[in-house]
């Protein structure tokens, strides 16, 4: 047996059974699925005393938070050092990075997207004080958040509002604002038909997904490493947003979701 921890939001749900499903397709091992265990720290803590095998991390979130290092938006940096670190300092195994990265956006709407000729953040320099942006409160005061963003681009917003959860969404969707903050994974870009805006000049951190593994698995079962590599492959982004919208927004469960997705690309049988 091996168990898959999984943190405390709909994207973590989601992953801790297609990386099980796989796993035991794929492998003699059975998988006791422990998903919403809670926050970073708790799971991290839960493959340090070896109470899980493993789960799905962020490479940004390991550098940042785990490791704490101050913001690096270069990814091939955060992924060595977040590997070689956690092997040196913990003993932990990072394995090579899923397709999908959930770093920090902005969003508008496609009618704000056109009326502007917006593509990129870079061109919001030119109409940013005619527009409101509604983001969640520690986006706005976090480095790594506006306060940075609008110094690295050479920009700031006419108006700038704290809105949390979902609200932001019905916020952007009711005109009340013109911009938002997102992960880019989030299922309700999908539900409110936000355009994302391409990060240019590469200022937020890469929180690309990274299986971390405790002290010893991989030489216990080496063929799971395999079988990660292969699931990374196929989980790009839009992949991820259109999973977390089935269960976010259509009210599936995390469970059936990952399931059918993985029968669906063939990858189960």
Known sequence: NITIGGKDFTEQFVVVHLMADMIEDRTDINVIRKDNLGGTQVVFNAVKSADVDLYLDYSGTIYGDTLGYPPNSDMKEVYNISKVD???????DVLTQFNFNNTYILAVRPDTAEEYNLSTISDLAQVADELTIGSSLEFLNREDGIIGLTDHYGFSFG??????????????????TDVTDAFATDGLLQKFGLVQLEDDKSFFPP????????????NEHPEIEEVLDELGEVLTND????????????????????NEFLLEQGLIH
């Open 86 to 92: 956690l092997k040196e300092q913990f003993d932990i």
């Open 159 to 176: 108006n700038e509002v704290g809105i949390n959860g979902a609200n932001k969404y019905l916020a952007i969707d009711n005109n009340e």
């Open 207 to 218: 929180y690309y997904a990274v299986p971390v593994l405790r002290s010893g698995l991989l």
């Open 239 to 258: 992949v991820m947003v259109e999973l977390n919208y089935q269960v976010d927004e259509l009210q599936r469960q995390p469970r059936d979701v990952a």
